[in-house]
């Protein structure tokens, strides 16, 4: 008895050791692979309610229930849609387009003068708004209408749109289907014709209709109604936008405004992931710069060249550049990540596996999830730079003949910088790929403010100079606005309200609201002092904005269904966020 555990010991002993081993290699494959990775994500559970995307209720304003016959007669009724599509046809065809790098309006009225007609237009069209509302015109053609309300306490929303569109190109004027300036509407496909059909005559001409209604019901706000029009929104609103905007912070303050809905996504149809209809809140927008990077070398005859010529070093810079993407980067401050959320949480066609749910719903904080969400944004062209600062190198020229070396080389890159990111580390960023290829080739870098940031060292010639500049205004990423704030909720329960009571009243599952970003940018650019609230969102139902509306380009339209499911937005939404329980506590 005495010897048994002796005589057991070598084997416990031989088990102990067994043990050990397996649990290194345990340890080892856990480690060196990502099993201990994957572990945590098939170990997730999805919540069936969650903060990160409440799903909120309905909300109608009270006058509905009491009568519901206005609102369904701007969706429904023919006479109100004939007059309608009058209404906004007349809008287009008058042409508004503008260019790029216009000059201010004392500087060159004749520029602007169309703008005075559509004003014509738009007061013979909309005359209770003109005799109704206070109209102010900020740098002569820049439009805002004010509605006070009778409750000083509730701070004013905000209704915008813009004017202009960007120009018809003369030789493309064979390929439209209808003139871009008739404002024709097509009676087969439902769809109205023309140059700002889309962007985004249809949104003024819908805020407009809505005032007009509203008025001529004898409605009495008690939250005050702004609605402001720039018209040099498609050449960056330097014009009218920027003044507009420093005209209501003079008078209203900063934080003064309620919400601002400006042009935006709408509701769409997700077929990538959940296969249903989702509305989409633009909560943010890209930031943007171009850097122009000027070479400037000594000129000579190009019968005894330098072995690299001013073009052939710029052209050494591109490949540096184009070489050097930038990292995708996607945190929880960029509203793609919660867009991903919404529809990972609310998937009621259960479309989506249960592993990406799990990987998305992980993203926010769990680096490996993160990585492989990155990956699935990132293989899609069309999502990639949603999470990514984009460069696109998009203007080059030197060189003038053919027996003379050229002496100035100039390239142009155009940024639009991600959420995270802003920009001063682009600028940082791009400089230090000059003063790589500066080395390489003896040459200075004058950096962007002007003073000089690199040179040859003693003994090296000087062989050429890099001149760095910003060469139009740049613009920060914006701040995101809220998608979880009363605000955000009356947005999103006014959505549910008219699509899910009104519009699609078949449906057997609620439209969620997601937010996302925009990868151009708005006149919003301005008006961030004025509210964090700010959604780029004209909710109404395209299958595929670009391709449903050929913005900006051949047979720009519109489906007219579209127009007066917006008008039917605008109408409830005014009145649904008139008294204080809209309000953020
Ligand atoms: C509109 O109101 C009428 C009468 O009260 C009611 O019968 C109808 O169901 C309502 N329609 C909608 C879409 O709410
Ligand atoms: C709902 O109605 C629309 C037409 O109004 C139809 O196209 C669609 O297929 C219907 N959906 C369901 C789920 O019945
Ligand atoms: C916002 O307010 C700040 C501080 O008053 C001011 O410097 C800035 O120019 C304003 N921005 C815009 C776009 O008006
Ligand atoms: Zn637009």
């Known amino acids: 008895m005495i010897g048994l555990p002796l005589d057991n010991q070598p084997k416990n002993k031989k088990y102990t050791i067994y043990g050990v081993i397996t649990l290194i290699v345990l340890l080892v494959i856990l480690f060196s692979t990502n099993l201990f990775n994957y572990l945590k994500i098939w170990t997730t559970s999805i919540p069936k309610q969650s903060s990160i995307c409440p799903l909120y209720d309905r909300i109608a304003p009270e006058s509905y229930y009491k009568d519901n016959s206005t609102v369904l007669d701007i969706l429904y009724d023919s006479k109100y849609r004939k007059q309608s599509i009058g209404k906004l046809s007349g809008a287009i065809q008058i042409d508004t ?269 769990d680096k490996f999830a993160n990585s492989k969400l990155i990956k699935i944004i990132s293989s899609n062209r069309l999502s990639k730079y949603l999470i990514q600062t984009s460069q696109a190198i998009d203007i080059i020229n030197g060189g003038e003949k053919a027996n003379a070396l050229p002496e100035s080389t100039k390239l142009l890159t155009n940024h639009r910088i991600a959420i995270e990111s802003n920009v001063e580390s682009v600028k940082d960023h791009f400089i230090s790929r000059v003063i790589e290829i500066a080395k390489r080739h003896q040459l200075k870098v004058i950096g962007y403010d002007k003073k000089e940031i690199y040179k040859p060292g003693k003994g090296e010639k000087v062989l050429g100079e890099f001149h760095v500049s910003v060469s139009s205004n740049p613009l920060q990423s914006a701040p995101v606005s809220p998608a979880n704030d009363k605000v955000w909720e009356y947005l999103s329960g006014v959505t549910r309200h008219v699509f899910e009571e009104l519009v699609y009243t078949n449906l057997t599952y609620p439209i969620i609201s997601s937010p996302a970003i925009m990868t151009g940018n708005t006149d919003t650019r301005y008006y961030w002092n004025l509210t964090k609230n700010i959604y780029r969102y004209s909710p109404f139902f395209l299958t595929s904005f670009i391709g449903d509306t050929g913005i900006h380009s051949v047979d720009e339209r519109l489906p007219v269904d579209g127009h007066l499911q917006l008008h039917a937005w605008f109408y409830q939404y005014l009145q649904a966020i008139d008294n204080e329980k809209a309000d953020n506590k």
């Open 97 to 365: 387009q503008i260019f790029d790098n216009q000059p201010d309006v004392e500087d060159s009225p004749e520029t602007w003068e169309k703008f005075a007609k559509f004003h014509k237009y738009l007061e013979k069209t909309f005359p209770s708004v003109y005799e109704n509302l206070e109209v102010t015109k900020v740098n002569t053609y820049g439009l805002v209408f004010f509605w006070k309300g009778s409750n000083k306490k509730l701070k004013p929303v905000m209704l915008t749109a813009h004017q202009d569109t960007v120009p018809v190109q003369k030789e493309t004027l064979e390929d439209w289907t209808y003139p871009p300036f008739e404002g024709h509407y097509d009676d087969d496909s439902k769809f109205i014709y023309g140059r700002g059909a889309a962007d985004c005559k249809n949104v003024l001409i819908a805020i407009l209709e809505t005032l007009e209604l509203l008025i001529k019901q004898g409605y009495k706000p008690k939250r005050s109604i702004l609605a402001a029009f720039g018209f040099d929104e498609e050449a960056s609103g330097v014009v009218s936008a920027s003044k507009i905007s420093k005209y209501l912070q003079d008078r209203f303050g900063h934080n003064s405004i309620y919400s601002i809905v400006d042009e935006g996504p709408g509701l769409t149809i997700d077929n990538d992931l959940t296969g249903t209809i989702i509305a989409t809140p633009g909560t943010g927008e890209k930031g943007y710069v171009d850097i122009l990077t000027e070479l400037k070398t000594p000129g000579g005859h190009s019968s005894i060249p330098p072995d690299h010529t001013s073009i052939g070093i710029i052209g050494e810079l591109s490949y540096v550049i184009e070489k050097d993407q930038y990292e995708p980067i996607l945190t929880k401050s960029n509203p793609i990540l919660n867009y991903y959320q919404c529809l990972a949480l609310h998937d009621p066609k259960d479309k989506i596996s249960s592993y990406l749910k799990k990987v998305i719903l992980r993203s926010g904080f």
